[in-house]
């Protein structure tokens, strides 16, 4: 008799109370050995199947987000050309003011050191210039308003020659000492006629400490100038002024070693370099041969 190489199930199939029915099944061994292998091969079909589906899944989210990069990163370029554009417009903007108020430069434009750690332009940062762009676009347009009033100082207030200018200086009266000199000094004699460099307003008169006798002058939006040591003052505080008409005498009245003419600008309180606001020597001599009015 063979051996039987046959595993059997009996499963007893109930059909009634009464009767029942024994059906018998039999499974070959050799597939029993069989079906782990075949198991293995689908799990790894399963597995192989769903890491794909998960690293098809990562691919769209890549996709995605480098899309969202893309379209952000065209509209920070977008942003970036219009804020150039702007800068370009507002220096444009500068040039055209300068040559109108005859403040020219001093020769080529000086190349500047730059440097320092690189900072993105993100979008608060772009903000940030677009920001300070519109407050500049706004100063440029009552810049160019006060000039066409003739309130921004762009002529000299007197003929002479320049001495001590602004910043750092020896004390003129001697001694090893530094100080900080506020203004121009522009050498002259004695009874020169002083003119305002700008229209404005003649906010005071009188002595003031270090000055002698001063004139100062309000051209509105928190500019002012400033004509020092003076031998006599031609008009009063309150008075409405005109850019060329006469402030006063040329002297040597408070803290002066002899005849010149102190003359400041400030912004907000605050002296800046009357330099940068008068035009080249050669228009300073071409200005002393006209009449102030007086």
């Known amino acids: 008799m063979n051996k039987d190489d046959r595993l059997y199930a009996f499963i007893v199939a109930h059909t009634s109370r009464s009767r029942s029915t024994i059906r018998r099944i039999g499974i070959h061994k050799r597939w029993l050995k069989i079906a782990p292998v075949v198991a293995f091969l689908l799990l790894c079909a399963a597995a192989y199947g769903l890491v794909g589906v998960y690293r098809e899944g990562v691919h769209l989210r890549v996709e995605r987000e480098n899309e969202r990069l893309r379209v952000e990163n065209d509209v920070q370029r977008q942003k970036l050309e219009r804020l150039k554009d702007r800068v370009d417009a507002i220096e444009d903007a500068s040039r055209r003011l300068a040559e109108i108020s005859g403040v020219t430069g001093d020769g080529a434009a000086d190349v500047r050191g730059a440097g320092g750690p690189s900072v993105p332009m993100d979008e608060i940062a772009i903000a940030a210039v677009e920001e300070r762009a519109s407050q500049l676009e706004a100063q440029l347009k009552n810049y160019e308003q006060a000039l066409r009033e003739k309130a921004i100082p762009s002529i000299w207030p007197v003929a ?124 300073a001599a071409a200005e002393s041969d006209a009449k102030p009015r007086e």
């Not at 803290?255 to 940068?276: C, F, M, Q, W």
Request: avoid cysteine.
């Open 160 to 283: 002479g020659e320049t001495t001590d200018g602004f910043g750092g200086r020896s004390n003129p009266f001697g001694g090893s000492s530094l100080e900080f000199h506020p203004g121009q000094d522009i050498r002259a004699e004695r009874g020169t006629a002083v003119v305002a460099a700008a229209t404005g307003t003649v906010l005071s008169v009188g002595w003031q400490n270090g000055y002698g006798q001063m004139v100062e002058i309000d051209h509105g939006g928190g500019l002012t100038t400033r004509y020092a040591h003076l031998s006599k003052i031609e008009v009063a505080a309150g008075q409405q002024i005109a850019r060329g008409d006469l402030v006063g005498r040329v002297g040597s009245t408070g803290r002066s070693t002899g005849p010149h003419l102190h003359y400041e600008v400030r912004i907000g309180g605050e002296a800046v370099n009357p330099r940068a606001y008068l035009p080249g020597q050669a228009d």
